[in-house]
């Protein structure tokens, strides 16, 4: 098994999984603006996937050139999780992880998700499913389920695993993003990685807006390599080594990029509507920025977009 994991330069920069947010446009949007060392999919419903196939997960699992690039799953089903892994690895996935965060009504209510949070022998299951494989396995997880000291058994628990790697949302299910991620608990979990799994790589998750953000927390932390999630899509340009303020031809330019891949996939797997939540993403920090997010906002295809951004000579 070739774990790409064990041969990245430490620290290592990770593109979280955000549903509706990291498909494969936008994975080469940030591609092309500053590259993260690993990109993960968004959120892939393998109970979906085998029982309606690909018309169930809308493109999650296409594909670009960017590597290493990780399967990111979800479900309750060992079953269907190996099937879907071993689907991951024969289209070329690098990693297979499997997410026991996501605080989702329908994903609890299915047993997946952070529902797994309190389902330890079917979790073990799922993961050893997943290594059916032949890829590396690794873990999103958040620290518990309603309370904070709930991480000592349950981040013990996921490192005993034989885990490639798990990145650590620094929050519990129930403070979803309300609060600060907590960060005073690194130290006693790198800790514990050293004591249970000193293989096992420790990716920190939670309010990172950037590499230099990120770079702090891994002088601090001492860990492995940090997640940028919310920090990207605020900021398609997070990743860059030496942060700069950035015109407003070059975000005009991006948006250029994401309508044209948009469009050049040509296949229907997502609506028009779910391109709006992108335009606050390069229309921003300039003036008639506001209004101009206000003007694509009423659009109803990408034909009026660009008539839009021809009008004021963009």
């Known amino acids: ?136 396995v690794s873990v999103k997880a958040r620290l518990g389920y309603s309370q904070i000291d709930e991480y000592k058994d349950w981040l013990a628990f996921l490192l005993s695993q034989d885990l490639a790697a798990l990145t650590i949302h620094l929050r519990t299910k129930s403070e979803m993003s309300k609060v600060p991620a907590h960060w005073e608990l690194l130290p006693e979990i790198v800790t514990m990685r050293d004591r249970i799994a000193p293989r096992t790589l420790i990716v920190a998750n939670g309010d990172i807006e950037d590499r230099q953000h ?10 492995d390599g940090v997640m940028i999630g919310r920090g990207v899509f605020h900021n398609p340009f997070a990743f860059e080594n030496k942060p700069r303020n950035h015109s407003k031809d070059e975000l005009i330019k991006l948006l250029h990029l994401h309508l044209d891949l948009y469009e050049e996939r040509g296949d229907k797997k997502r609506k028009y509507e779910t391109l709006k939540r992108f335009y606050k993403v390069y229309i921003r920090d300039f003036d008639g920025a506001s209004e101009l997010r206000h003007q694509l906002m009423q659009t109803k295809n990408i034909d009026e977009v660009r008539t839009i951004l021809a009008a004021q000579g963009l």
């Open 1 to 136: 098994m070739n774990n790409f994991w064990q041969q990245l330069d430490k620290p290592f920069f990770v593109l979280a999984p955000m549903e509706a947010v990291t498909d494969v446009v936008f994975r080469h949007v940030v591609a092309n603006a500053s590259p993260p060392d690993v990109y993960f999919t968004e959120f892939t419903n393998a109970t979906g996937w085998v029982n309606a196939g690909e018309k169930a997960v809308a493109g999650r699992l296409d594909k670009t050139d960017e590597k290493p690039i990780v399967a990111h799953l979800w479900g309750s089903d060992p079953d269907d999780i190996e099937k879907l892994a071993v689907h991951c690895a024969e289209l070329g996935y690098d990693s297979i992880d499997i997410n026991t965060g996501c605080p989702d009504k329908s994903a609890i209510k299915s047993g997946g998700g952070a529902a797994l949070i309190k389902n330890q022998p079917l979790m073990a299951k799922i993961i050893t499913a997943a290594k059916k494989s032949g890829l590396p």
């Open 214 to 223: 990120g770079l702090e927390i891994v002088k601090k932390y001492k860990v």
